[in-house]
């Protein structure tokens, strides 16, 4: 996609696409375009000047000197005017347009399925609604004024040139074939390398990102070059793109430049020419110079935002890419206030990718109120599982019921409404640990709502011992605090959004023993009165479930309460004594030299 050249037309359509959002702002629009052509009228105005200096000179008008300082001062009011408020309007314009894009840009963000933020990496999806808008407003602000201003400019010298003398200006007009090849070559050009420099700088956000947010692994694993000639390589790409636009954009303005002098030569040549009778008078002929000449700036201007346009629409079309993608399937209609928690899974199959399941033939039936956990092998689908719960991904084929109605039937907002999640991966966000509490649709609780499932998560054990308490900034991702107090935080929103269905996923590994004591109290409290969900490699964690799930290349090979499980004697017995050994001793061995408590 990034080296395509679109087909002819769709650039095209992707403006025109870009400037519908223009239609809110119809009123300030038409005011910039006003002030553009009062800008254009004064160019034209400026040769008419010239003419009627030159003839009064000639002639002796004695009120030249009175009209003509009046005249040129009137030009340069209308012409400040003029450009006052084609700029301010079309950024006013432009800068909305931006807005909207971002907006709805993030807004997608919001509903496209899990499977394009996989297939996406984050810095490309981000560097679209930075860098690529970016591209947009150059080609909806500078590009789009440069582009009125200058091309009513053009028009209104070409008409001033005509009715001067349209034989000389249809000369001129002879050299608009050999303009519109350049910028026609040049337009190919500048919209290939657009596509390229957005996904070198998409490159150069995804690494620079990774670094920012993986920089303890690389600095302790030694990974600075690597990373640094991973950057290197992504900027350099950006580098050579640009060079390559930049290039472009050179060459293609002095040869425009020169096509027009070639034709201005010639005119000059034809009218002082002693076999060539034009018919002007002096100060027609210097306005027709004049007029000739000032349609040089403008033209090569034309040539120059050219380049910006082509980036522009290339940016447009990655960002309507976006934009157009579907949204997730949310065809249920279902509204269900608290449900009982029932969940039964009937031969559910799934797979990522044709002809290679991760799930297969699952059957399954968890009653309200128990505690269920699945275990295996990393790749045996059991976060595969909880993912398909709150829809984040839809069945190959069979179903999952909720209180007797497929997952389907649920509108996805009230369906997710019956369903928290805790994840080994904490996810907080910038602010207080009361705003990461009451999350999202739980943000109008009371106060004492919100102390009470701290209470009850054992947050207000560490926050009591802050100045600030409950207001205290957790910093981007959690960052000022440890990462069994951010389980704990997360353990909170689950209990505080009081749903029939919880999922825990890998909650408790790679904790601390006095971070593993105090969530597993807090665990305690959240599954009471919850269908709950455990994915857990800690089997120790999981004794007390009422059902456990084993699992292994996506099918369900035993299942039974702890003591069944054991009494069988095949694959939990087995990873119950290889984790008891592996885990165990080590454990009473810290007992006895280092005094921890487990």
Same mark, same amino acid.
């Given at each position: 996609m990034t080296d395509q050249v679109p087909i002819k037309g769709a650039g095209m359509k992707i403006y025109l696409r870009l400037l519908t959002y223009v239609r809110p702002y119809w009123l300030p629009f038409s005011l910039g375009i006003i002030g553009f052509i009062i800008y254009a009228a004064t160019q034209t105005g400026f040769a008419a000047l010239m003419e009627y200096l030159v003839d009064a000179i000639g002639e002796q008008k004695e009120d030249a000197y009175i009209y003509g300082p009046l005249a040129l001062i009137g030009i340069a009011?209308?012409?400040?005017?003029?450009?006052?408020?084609?700029?301010?309007?079309?950024?006013?314009?432009?800068?909305?347009?931006?807005?909207?894009?971002?907006?709805?840009?993030?807004?997608k963000l919001l509903v496209i399925p899990l499977d394009y933020y996989h297939n996406n990496a984050s810095g490309h999806i981000l560097s679209k609604i930075s860098y690529n808008v970016e591209q947009v407003t150059n080609a909806a602000t500078e590009s789009l004024k440069i582009s009125v201003r200058e091309g009513m400019t053009v028009i209104g010298l070409l008409g001033y040139l005509l009715y001067i003398n349209w034989q000389l200006?249809?000369?001129?007009?002879?050299?608009?074939?050999?303009?519109?090849l350049v910028v026609a070559v040049a337009s190919k050009r500048f919209r290939r390398l657009g596509h390229r420099i957005q996904d070198s700088m998409g490159e150069v956000t995804h690494v620079a990102s990774e670094n920012v947010q993986g920089v303890q692994?690389?600095?302790?694993?030694?990974?600075?070059?690597?990373?640094?000639?991973?950057?290197?390589?992504?900027?350099?790409?950006?580098?050579?793109?640009?060079?390559?636009?930049?290039?472009?954009?050179a060459l293609s303005t002095p040869i425009v430049q020169l096509i027009v002098s070639s034709a201005l030569a010639l005119l000059i040549f034809l009218a002082l020419h002693p076999l060539m009778s034009t018919g002007m008078s002096a100060g027609q002929f210097i306005a027709f110079i004049t007029a000739a000449g000032l349609i040089a700036k403008p033209l090569r201007s034309l040539t120059e935002v050219n380049g910006a346009i082509q980036r522009g629409?290339?940016?447009?079309?990655?960002?309507?890419?976006l934009i157009d993608e579907e949204t997730e399937n949310n065809s249920g209609s279902l509204i269900s206030d608290r449900g009982e928690g029932r969940l039964q899974l009937k031969d559910l199959c799934f797979s990522y990718l044709p002809n290679k399941p991760v799930l297969t033939h699952l059957n399954l039936a968890i009653e309200p109120g128990q505690t269920v956990a699945f275990v295996g092998k990393s790749g045996s689908g059991k976060s595969t599982l909880a993912n398909l719960l709150p829809r984040f991904y839809e069945p190959t084929s069979g179903t999952i019921l909720l209180?007797?109605?497929?997952?389907?039937?649920?509108?996805? /907002?009230?369906? $997710?409404?019956? #369903? %928290?999640l805790v994840t080994?991966?904490?996810?907080?966000?910038?602010?207080? *640990?009361?705003?990461?509490?009451?999350?999202?649709?739980?943000?109008?609780?009371?106060?004492?709502?919100?102390?009470?499932?701290?209470?009850?998560?054992?947050?207000?054990?560490?926050?009591?011992?802050?100045?600030?308490?409950?207001?205290?900034?957790?910093?981007?991702?959690?960052?000022?605090?440890? /990462?069994?107090? $951010?389980?704990? #935080? %997360?353990?909170?929103?689950?209990?505080?959004?009081?749903?029939?269905?919880? *999922?825990?996923?890998?909650?408790?590994?790679a904790l601390d023993t006095e971070s593993e004591r105090h969530i597993q109290a807090a665990l305690e409290n959240v599954m009471q009165g919850r269908t709950t969900l455990v994915i857990a490699h800690r089997l120790s964690t999981i004794e007390s479930a009422d059902q456990i799930v084993v699992m292994e290349q996506g099918e369900i090979i035993e299942?039974?309460?702890?003591?069944?499980?054991?009494?069988?004697?095949h694959t939990y017995a087995g990873l119950y004594k290889k984790q008891f050994s592996e885990t165990y001793t080590p454990k009473r061995v810290n007992r006895e030299n280092t005094g921890d408590i487990e």
């Open positions: 009011f209308a012409r400040g005017l003029g450009t006052f408020m084609g700029n301010y309007f079309t950024a006013y314009v432009a800068r909305n347009i931006v807005h909207q894009l971002r907006v709805v840009m993030f807004d200006t249809l000369v001129f007009a002879a050299v608009s074939p050999f303009i519109a692994v690389v600095r302790v694993f030694g990974g600075g070059d690597k990373e640094r000639h991973r950057f290197q390589e992504a900027s350099g790409q950006n580098l050579r793109q640009s060079l390559k636009m930049a290039t472009t954009e629409i290339a940016a447009a079309q990655s960002i309507f890419e209180d007797g109605h497929p997952l389907a039937d649920y509108d996805l /907002g009230s369906l $997710r409404d019956q #369903i %928290a080994q991966n904490v996810v907080l966000f910038d602010g207080t *640990i009361k705003e990461n509490i009451a999350y999202g649709a739980m943000q109008d609780v009371t106060e004492a709502e919100i102390i009470a499932a701290a209470e009850a998560a054992h947050v207000m054990e560490f926050v009591s011992r802050m100045s600030d308490g409950l207001d205290t900034e957790v910093g981007e991702k959690g960052t000022k605090l440890s /990462g069994g107090q $951010r389980q704990r #935080i %997360a353990i909170a929103r689950a209990i505080l959004k009081n749903a029939p269905v919880l *999922i825990l996923d890998e909650a408790t590994s299942q039974g309460t702890h003591d069944e499980l054991l009494a069988m004697n």
